[in-house]
């Protein structure tokens, strides 16, 4: 199975600052990877999808990059609306499997 | 608008079985693939299963092969799991999620449910 690690585990960020935030995967996934944002107590919503791919509605300060086993998210200009867990998630092939999630906290 | 609504969580014993399901609407359930997505108490989120926009493909993580089922009744827009054989590691909210293609192969999810609680104690 593939392994995704994400770091930092918590990170502690302030409005208006940039912050990134890593995803490794234990081996080549190409570009399959999606990130969501969950707030406490609600379910995830996609942000990016196939690396870098903004969904539709989601502001344009957050963007993803890489490929192969090495990935990042990166939020421009922090906001109150931003702090939140992280998650990305690979789709190579029939399974899934997340990282264990980046909480970006003030 | 899209949304999917689970139900059918509850508590249960170890051993015992339960079978949440997920209501869709705004948008032709049969034209997708879906999923379960678990997330025990204060821990990350961890893919279950993956059916076919038909029923006919399925593929379940190996902490529930054997033990969980998903279905889908494309007549009546719901999703179902199946989960027998349960154990204190299955407590978890259960989301549904759609997926991005008919076949939920190299797809991610694109909108999801609010999640129905299952507690596995005696």
């Known amino acids: 199975d593939i392994q995704m690690t994400q770091s930092p585990s918590t990170l502690s960020a302030s409005v208006g600052d940039r912050v990134t935030i890593t995803c490794r995967a234990s081996?080549?996934?190409?570009?399959?990877l999606a990130w969501y944002q969950q707030k406490p107590g609600k379910a995830p919503n996609l942000l990016i999808y196939?690396?870098?791919t903004l969904e539709s509605g989601v502001p344009s300060r957050f963007s993803g990059s890489g490929s192969g086993t090495e990935f990042t998210l990166t939020i421009n200009s922090l906001q109150p609306d931003d702090f939140a867990t992280y998650y990305c998630?690979?789709?190579?092939?029939?399974?899934?499997?997340f990282g264990q999630g980046t909480k970006v906290e003030i | 608008q899209v949304q999917l609504v689970e139900s059918g969580g509850g508590v249960v014993q170890p051993g015992r079985s339960l079978r949440p399901s997920c209501a869709a609407s705004?948008?032709?359930?049969?034209?997708?693939?879906m999923h379960w997505v678990r997330q025990a108490p204060g821990k990350g989120l961890e893919w279950v299963a993956v059916?076919?926009?038909?029923?006919?493909?399925?593929y379940y993580a190996d902490s529930v092969k054997g033990r969980f089922t998903i279905s889908r009744d494309n007549s009546k827009n719901t999703l179902y799991l199946q989960m027998n054989s349960l154990r204190a590691e299955d407590m978890a909210v259960y989301y549904c999620?759609?997926?991005?293609?008919?076949?939920?192969?190299?797809?991610?999810?694109?909108?999801w449910g609010q999640g129905t609680l299952v507690t596995v104690s005696s």
């Open positions: 999620a759609r997926d991005s293609t008919i076949f939920g192969v190299a797809s991610y999810f694109d909108y």
């Open positions: 705004g948008f032709t359930f049969s034209n997708y693939a």
């Open positions: 059916i076919s926009y038909d029923g006919s493909n399925k």
């Open positions: 081996q080549n996934i190409d570009g399959w």
């Open positions: 196939k690396a870098s």
């Open positions: 998630q690979h789709y190579y092939g029939s399974s899934r499997t």
